[in-house]
């Protein structure tokens, strides 16, 4: 009975554990940047910097619900392979910093 417990609980804990894709988005259009990121709920997405030609990279969302607690959405743009400035959401840490 205990193991069986015991494999009942690992189960659940590994059901919560999803793998996240990663995408080059410099190899997607814009469209289908925001079409995987509808429907996955979240991505990796790398490009290169326009400055400096580094690798860059970001989790990028659909929709707030995606980001932890204590975070909100942000818009960025990044570039894919029709738009240089690709319209994305990601989560950024909430600053609360009284000034």
């Known amino acids: 009975m205990k193991s069986l417990?015991?494999?009942l609980g690992l189960?659940?804990?590994?059901?919560?554990?999803?793998?996240?894709?990663?995408?080059?988005?410099e190899s997607m259009s814009c469209a289908k940047v925001q079409a995987t990121l509808r429907n996955e709920g979240a991505a990796i997405l790398r490009y290169?910097?326009?400055r400096s030609g580094a690798p860059l990279y970001g989790r990028?969302?659909?929709t707030a619900s995606q980001c932890?607690?204590?975070q909100?959405?942000?818009r960025r743009y990044i570039p894919t392979a029709d738009n240089p400035r690709c319209p994305v959401r990601e989560c950024e840490h909430n600053d609360y910093t009284v000034r």
């Open 68 to 70: 932890e607690s204590g």
């Open 5 to 7: 417990m015991l494999a």
């Open 72 to 74: 909100h959405m942000e």
């Open 11 to 25: 189960t659940v804990i590994a059901a919560d554990a999803h793998a996240i894709s990663r995408y080059n988005s």
């Open 48 to 50: 290169r910097s326009a």
């Open 60 to 62: 990028y969302v659909s």
